[in-house]
């Protein structure tokens, strides 16, 4: 056997693409990004729904207007970013310089006023603006930041395998960034010290909350800070550039991002299931006091079992399912496992609410119902997370399209969509979630009595305003994403850019790169 017959072909295709380094470095930076916004959009609403009591309708308009803002300062953000050159390349230098203002107005989005503190109509409309306006800078700064991230992953390399690692990779640590959401159950940890101090609980709670979330926050801006010290843009930049208003035509006029982006907008109340989820288990597991896992001295296992259970559940099917999925689209395609969750993930949704009725409202009388709810929520998370991971990668694809077609990388303008998507999602998951609320009346002093009720152990969650809250909660988890996801498929059936043909798409662009280095 010749010594050179496992050399690389003379013809073949040589790609540029990251060091191992650049690669961990983006991802710890990635970490922090989400543990950032998972803090937000975990924690926030918990925060100011069941700590500081602000009205389930107002939240929700809050969210909602901060999501429709988006729909104008995303496109933009992602064509400013396609305009910019520097030494650094045309992300980077945001990821540089972001992380720091976007940990400061985190903060600042917890430091509020109590709702039922004050009886002036005044005093409430304080604290109702500050926490639109918090909210809407943090959108906005959280944008300029979110965008490079995501779109320098197709400028840090130019192999398609790569690629898809580095988003999978990304995908998973993501999830895992849901750490973040924990404040949900950290934020009561440091109460009974303030309350020993003489503070009633609705202020203990408060405080301890904004401690938690400026330890997490300033951890999570660290992490972030690594991504643009870390990251390299090695992929060639045209030097053809387009108007903002020419970026907002050519997003539409693709038809493949059109479709990713409008199935997208059709599954917007999947993210139910993070804003809920976490809420409901505190609630309807732990009468929203973690100190329930001990009664009488004796730590109660089978509340432990509980939680590790619906944790599982929740984080462990998305985790697993990022995982996998991008090894499974060699085998049947992007699109086909795309359309696939779409539709087979929301039968595990429907079930939630299912499972929630069999047992009568009340899950706790057996471990069947907790074991059967925890793998309908993994079944139903595994699709969540494969759909996530799917749509980052099409969209790369999308922007090699969009290169190959006009002679332009539009990758700024293109991960906006993913951005824009994200954040609407969360939008009008919450404007759902206000209506419910507020039709069962889960909402500001409502929960105040609640939570004192609970905290004197008159009755269980299960049982509050005759089991209307916990069904609400279940409802919302289950019903909205399944028809959101159904409805998600309806554009991505025509999807046009299959896999072969993006593979042969990418060759050719490589090519054509090389051959224009050599001129």
Not at 131 to 155: E, K, N, Q, R
Not at 268 to 285: D, E, N, T
Request: a positive charge; proline letters at 3%; aromatic letters at 12%.
């Amino acid at each position: 056997m010749s010594k050179n017959s496992n050399s690389v072909p003379s013809n073949a295709i040589k790609h540029n693409t990251y060091t191992g380094k650049e690669l961990t470095g983006y991802l710890v930076g990635l970490a922090g990004q989400n543990i950032i916004y998972n803090i937000i959009s975990g924690g926030l609403q918990y925060y100011w729904q069941s700590i500081i009591f602000l009205p389930a309708m107002a939240i929700s308009t809050i969210f909602f207007i901060a999501r429709v803002w988006d729909a104008i300062n995303d496109p933009m953000m992602g064509s400013i970013v396609d305009h910019t050159r520097s030494k650094w390349g045309k992300c980077k230098p945001y990821l540089m310089f972001v992380p720091i203002p976007v940990g400061i107005i985190t903060i600042l989005t917890f430091c509020n006023g109590t709702y039922t503190d004050y009886s002036s109509t005044s005093m409430h409309a304080l604290i109702i603006a500050w926490a639109a306006v918090s909210y809407i800078l943090w959108g906005m700064m959280y944008t300029v930041g979110d965008i490079p991230l995501w779109g320098v992953t197709s400028l840090m390399t130019d192999d398609e395998k790569d690629r898809a690692k580095a988003l999978s990779l990304a995908r998973i640590v993501a999830n895992a960034g849901a750490i973040g959401m924990l404040i949900t159950f950290a934020g009561k940890a440091l109460s009974p010290a303030f309350q020993n101090k003489g503070m009633d609980i609705i202020h203990a709670d408060k405080t301890s909350y904004i401690i938690i979330a400026v330890i997490l926050t300033i951890f999570a801006t660290i992490l972030f800070q690594f991504a643009g010290l870390s990251v390299k843009e090695r992929v060639q930049q045209s030097e053809k550039k387009y108007t903002m208003k020419e970026n907002f035509k050519i997003m539409f006029s693709n038809d493949p991002f059109r479709r990713l982006l409008i199935s997208g907008i059709l599954r917007s109340p999947i993210q139910l299931l993070s804003i809920v989820g976490l809420s409901l288990v505190m609630y309807y597991f732990f009468d929203n006091n973690l100190a329930n896992l001990v009664v009488d001295g004796k730590l109660q296992i089978i509340k432990i079992v509980q939680l590790l259970l619906m944790a599982l559940g929740i984080l462990g099917g998305m985790i697993i399912g990022t995982a996998v999925t991008p090894k499974l689209t060699g085998k049947f395609g992007k699109k086909q496992l795309y359309n696939f969750y779409s539709i087979a993930g929301a039968v595990p949704y429907f079930l939630i609410f299912a499972v929630y009725k069999l047992a009568g409202g009340n899950l706790m009388k057996s471990m069947a119902y907790v074991v059967l709810m925890a793998v309908m929520m993994f079944a139903s998370s595994w699709a969540m997370g494969s759909i996530n991971i799917l749509q980052s990668i099409m969209i790369a694809d999308c922007v090699d399209y969009e290169e190959y077609k006009n002679g332009v990388r539009t990758d700024g303008v293109f991960f906006s969509g993913q951005s824009f998507i994200t954040k609407l999602s969360m939008g009008v998951s919450s404007l759902i979630s206000g209506f419910i609320y507020s039709a069962v009346h889960y909402t500001d002093k409502y929960i105040e009595i609640l939570n004192t009720d609970l905290a004197e152990g008159k009755y269980h969650f299960f049982e509050a305003n005759d089991g209307k809250y916990a069904m609400a909660m279940f409802l919302l988890i289950s019903v909205p994403p399944a028809i959101g996801m159904l409805l998600s498929a309806i554009p991505t059936i025509k999807y046009s850019l299959t896999d072969k043909e993006h593979t042969r798409i990418l060759n050719e662009l490589i090519e054509r790169r090389a051959a224009k280095s050599e001129d």
